[in-house]
C-alpha cells in the first residue's frame, strides 16, 4: 500500500495492477516505435511524441487516481452499507431473541404455574384417596364384625325405608308377640298385614367363596353358603312369619347388589325355597321398588277408608255451591233493583236540572216578566 497525493493506493487490488501493465505496454510500444522507425526524424518530432506519451501517460495516471478514489469511495460505501446492515441484522436477531427469550420466559412460567396447580390438584386427590382408603378399611372392619354388620344393613334399610313410605307406615326394631324383634315392621292393613323386613344376612360365607383360590376352596365356600343361605331362610320364616299378627310373608334385606345378584346367578336353588318358605330376597334396588308398590297399596287402602268422609264432604261441597247460586240470584236483582232505582234518580235529576236553568233564566224587570214566570210554571 503506497500514498500518492492524498490518496492510498492499495498495490494489491486486481484494478491498480491492471492500470499499471497497461502504462508498462504503453511505453514498451512508443521504444520500440522510435527504434523501428526506417527514417531519422528530427528531434523535436521525438521530443512531440515523448511529450505525448508523456500526457497520455498523465491522462492514463490522472484515471488511475479517479479509478482508484472511486474504487476506495465504492469500498468506503461498500463497507459503510455493509457495517450499517450488519449493525440492522445484529439488531434485528437482539430483538428477535428478546421477543422469543421472553415468550419462552412466559410460557416456561406458565408451565410452572399449571403445574403447581396439577400438584395441588394431585395432592388434593391423594388427600381424598387417604380418606376413601380409611372409610374402606372402615367399613372393612364394620363388615366383618357381625353385630356391626347387622347395624350398618339397619341403617341402610332404614335410608331406603324413610324415603319410600311415610313415617305413620313404619315401626324400627318392633317387637312381635313371639318376643321376637324386627328390624323393620311395615305397617300395612290386613290382609296382607304388617310385613318384617330383616336385615342380618350372614356375609361369612360370601366372603369366602369371594376369597376362594382353588377348585376345593371354591366348592367349600359354595357349600358354607348354600347352608348358611338356608338356615338364614329359616329362621325368618319361623321368627317373622306369624299368623294373624303379621303377613303372610317376609323380606330378606341383603345390603349389597353383588351378593343379590350372585345368589341369583349361582344359587337359584336357594331362592326358589325362599319363594316356598314365603321368604321374598331384596336388594335395594328391589327393596326401594318393593317399598314403592306397598306405598301405593297403602294409598289406596287409606282412600278407601277414606271414601266415605269424601263423600259427605262432596255432598257438604255441592250444598255450599247451590246455596252460593241463590245469594247470587238475590245479589242480580238486587243489583237490577238498584240499575232502575239508579234510573229514576237520573229522571229526577234531569228534571231538577231544567227546572234550575229555567230561573237562571228570569227577568226580574217588571210585572211582565213576573206573569210570564207564572205562566211558565203552570205550564
Same mark, same amino acid.
Given at each position: ?5 492524498? @490518496? ?35 528531434? +523535436? ?6 511529450? #505525448? ?14 479509478? =482508484? ?21 445484529? +439488531? ?36 381424598? =384417596?387417604?380418606?376413601?382408603? #380409611? ?13 356391626? %354388620?347387622?347395624? &350398618? ?36 292393613? @290386613?290382609?296382607? +298385614? ?5 336385615? /342380618? ?19 367349600? #365356600? ?11 331362610? /329359616? ?17 330378606? &334385606?341383603?345390603?349389597?347388589? $353383588?351378593?343379590? $345378584?350372585?345368589? @341369583?346367578? %349361582? &344359587? ?6 325362599? &319363594?316356598?318358605?314365603? !321368604? ?24 278407601? $277408608?277414606?271414601?266415605?268422609? =269424601? ?31 239508579? #234510573? ?7 228534571? !231538577?236540572?231544567?227546572?234550575?236553568? %229555567? ?21
Amino acid at each position: 500500500m503506497i500514498t500518492i497525493g492524498t @490518496h492510498v493506493v492499495d498495490l494489491s487490488d486486481p484494478v491498480v495492477w491492471a492500470i499499471g501493465l497497461a502504462l508498462v505496454f504503453v511505453v514498451i510500444f512508443l521504444w520500440m516505435q522510435m527504434r523501428s522507425s526506417r527514417a531519422v526524424e528530427p528531434l +523535436g518530432r521525438h521530443l512531440q511524441d515523448l511529450e #505525448a506519451a508523456v500526457r497520455a501517460l498523465n491522462d492514463g495516471q490522472n484515471q488511475l487516481y479517479g479509478g =482508484i478514489s472511486n474504487v476506495a469511495e465504492t469500498q468506503s460505501s461498500a463497507q459503510i452499507r455493509l457495517s450499517e446492515a450488519i449493525e440492522r441484522r445484529l +439488531g434485528d436477531v437482539s430483538q428477535a431473541l428478546g421477543e422469543t427469550v421472553g415468550r419462552s420466559s412466559q410460557r416456561t412460567a406458565q408451565s410452572l404455574g399449571d403445574l403447581q396447580q396439577r400438584l395441588q390438584s394431585i395432592d388434593r386427590a391423594q388427600t381424598r =384417596i387417604e380418606k376413601l382408603s #380409611a372409610d374402606v378399611l372402615g367399613l372393612q372392619d364394620i363388615l366383618s364384625n357381625k353385630q356391626t %354388620r347387622g347395624a &350398618f344393613g339397619e341403617i341402610q334399610l332404614r335410608e331406603i325405608v324413610t324415603r319410600a313410605l311415610p313415617p305413620d307406615a313404619v315401626n324400627f326394631q318392633a317387637t312381635l308377640s313371639n318376643n321376637m324383634r324386627a328390624d323393620c315392621l311395615i305397617l300395612m292393613p @290386613h290382609p296382607p +298385614g304388617p310385613i318384617v323386613i330383616d336385615a /342380618k344376612f350372614p356375609l361369612e360365607a360370601y366372603e369366602a367363596l369371594m376369597a376362594a383360590g382353588t377348585p376345593a376352596e371354591t366348592n367349600e #365356600a359354595r357349600r358354607m353358603m348354600r347352608t348358611s343361605v338356608r338356615a338364614h331362610i /329359616k329362621a325368618i320364616s319361623e321368627k317373622y312369619i306369624i299368623e294373624g299378627e303379621t303377613a303372610e310373608g317376609a323380606l330378606m &334385606f341383603l345390603p349389597s347388589e $353383588a351378593v343379590y $345378584a350372585e345368589l @341369583h346367578a %349361582r &344359587f337359584a336353588d336357594l331362592v326358589r325355597e325362599g &319363594f316356598d318358605q314365603r !321368604v321374598w330376597i331384596v336388594s335395594p334396588t328391589t327393596c326401594m321398588a318393593t317399598l314403592h308398590t306397598l306405598r301405593a297399596v297403602l294409598k289406596d287402602t287409606r282412600l278407601r $277408608a277414606e271414601a266415605h268422609n =269424601i263423600r259427605r264432604e262432596l255432598g257438604l261441597l255441592h250444598r255450599d255451591v247451590e246455596r252460593i247460586v241463590t245469594r247470587i240470584g238475590n245479589l242480580e236483582r238486587h243489583f237490577e233493583q238498584a240499575q232502575k232505582d239508579v #234510573a229514576e234518580i237520573r229522571i229526577s235529576a234531569d228534571k !231538577v236540572t231544567g227546572r234550575a236553568r %229555567r230561573l237562571e233564566a228570569v227577568d226580574f224587570a217588571g210585572p211582565e216578566a213576573d206573569d210570564a214566570v207564572l205562566a211558565r210554571g203552570r205550564s
